[in-house]
């Protein structure tokens, strides 16, 4: 929309003489500069800082989340669908169909031994071998320990 106060914006509504940016000098600071172009905050390692510090708040939801669901008895998906499966059906001599509460499940719901991994600029971690073996380097991985993993397994080895 254009309503960030970025300092071509602030030229253009006229509260500044220039646009350059503050940190390069580039003559046209935009949003799209301040975001991911400025050559200055790359250097500095401003953008990493901000994907890392997104990364951090995450992981700090999630280890908050996992517990949870970790303390919990692990659903048999194939049990929930026959459930699921007959309360969609009415009953022989039924007019209307019985009111069911919509339970919402999540992946989260089908195992107890959820783990969480993030990888930051100075702390990399290895996508476990164990569930795909490749050279990427995903942000953050949850993952359930693989079966015959001990339960305090390290997943990246």
């Not at 280890?63 to 969609?88: D, G, T």
């Not at 783990?115 to 476990?128: L, Y």
């Amino acid at each position: 929309m254009n309503s960030v106060r970025t300092p071509d914006m602030l030229k253009l509504w006229g509260y500044v003489e220039s646009a350059a940016c503050k940190l390069c000098g580039a003559m046209q600071c935009t949003l799209h500069h301040i975001l991911v172009n400025c050559q200055h905050a790359l250097e500095q390692g401003r953008y990493t800082w901000r994907h890392d510090s997104v990364l951090m708040n995450i992981k700090h939801h999630m280890e908050n989340i996992l517990p949870v669901f970790n303390s919990r008895k692990p659903l048999i998906f194939a049990q929930v669908a026959k459930k699921n499966f007959h309360i969609s059906f009415m009953r022989e001599g039924q007019t209307k169909k019985l009111p069911t509460a919509a339970v919402r499940r999540g992946l989260l719901d089908y195992a107890n031994d959820w783990k969480i991994q993030v990888d930051f600029k100075n702390k990399s971690t290895v996508f476990p071998p164990v569930i795909c073996a490749t050279s990427q380097r995903p942000d953050v991985l949850v993952c359930f320990v693989p079966y015959g993993y001990p339960s305090g397994a390290d997943l990246s080895r």
